[in-house]
């Protein structure tokens, strides 16, 4: 399914699809790494090793095993295979996020899919459509609250209550967790979301900030100048520029010999 320059416009025109859409940044926040830039030492790809075999995120089949060593927040995979990952914020409206998909699988990328609970509970034939289409789906909190400003019990209850809406949909609750609201996790958040069955948060260095609907150039152009080998590239679905934008990202990452693969492809 694709979705036509004349939708996309009528879309955009009428704004009815972007609300509650946008990804918020809490203030102090950490920006976007420049071009280039190295990322914090914490997030270091570390000689990989197995570590045991752990439920597939589709809760089908045993998915590869991380190797060990990897930090409790991942920012980025190993800087010297050449392939990088897409990863999406999961909310906003569906028809956007299925041409989304469509475009991706067309040009033959595989990507993440880090889903709102409360959108899950409002679209939940969602889950199984990313899960089709050899897409990832992990944990993006239950409502999309500023989880680095809750109390344990809150944060505990936004974390798993979307692990149970996607233990519901798909038989697993995914291998990966993304906080809302925030690049990185707080200590507290890193380790309630360890307790609920997600040893590593997994967050990005690469952020075109796609949610302020700055255009499609804008968005490709930001995509071409900060990512590279190893790069976590943070994208939304329920933005239309974003759907404007991914054919010519995923050309010019072709162009560039890099491949788009889910976060543990990446890391495996």
């Known amino acids: 399914m694709s ?18 859409c946008s990804e918020g940044r809490p203030s102090g926040a950490a920006p976007a790494p420049a071009p280039g830039a190295a990322s914090s030492p914490s997030a270091a790809y570390r000689s990989p090793s197995p570590s045991p075999a752990e439920p597939s995120p589709s809760g089908a089949t045993s998915a590869p095993p991380l190797p060990s060593g990897l930090p409790d927040q991942i920012e980025h995979g190993p800087r010297d295979r050449e392939r990088l990952a897409l990863t999406f914020h999961g909310q906003g409206e569906p028809a956007l996020a299925t041409a989304l998909l469509a475009e991706a699988e067309k040009a033959g990328a595989r990507v993440t899919v880090l889903a709102v609970g409360a959108w899950l509970d409002t679209y939940p034939r969602l889950a199984r459509r990313i899960l089709d289409g050899g897409h990832e789906l992990g944990n993006h909190t239950q409502t999309h609250g500023d ?12 974390i798993e209550g979307c692990a149970r809406r996607l233990t519901e949909l798909t038989g697993s609750r995914g291998r990966w967790f993304r906080p809302s609201q925030a690049r990185m996790a707080t200590p507290l958040v890193v380790g309630l979301a360890r307790k609920a069955g997600y040893p590593h948060v997994l ?24 990512a590279r080998a190893g790069s976590v590239v943070s994208l939304h679905f329920g933005h239309p520029g974003t759907v404007a934008a991914l054919p010519g990202i995923l050309d010019d990452l072709h ?13 495996t």
């Open 203 to 226: 967050s990005y260095d690469v952020d075109p900030l796609d949610y302020t609907d700055p255009g499609a150039d804008r968005v490709r152009a930001a995509v071409a100048a900060q």
């Open 3 to 20: 979705i036509s320059r004349r939708n996309l416009l009528q879309v955009t025109a009428s704004g009815a699809l972007l609300a509650g």
């Open 147 to 158: 989880i680095g400003a809750m109390d344990a019990a809150a944060a505990t209850a936004e």
């Open 255 to 267: 162009r560039r010999g890099l491949r788009a693969v889910t976060t543990s492809e990446l890391l």
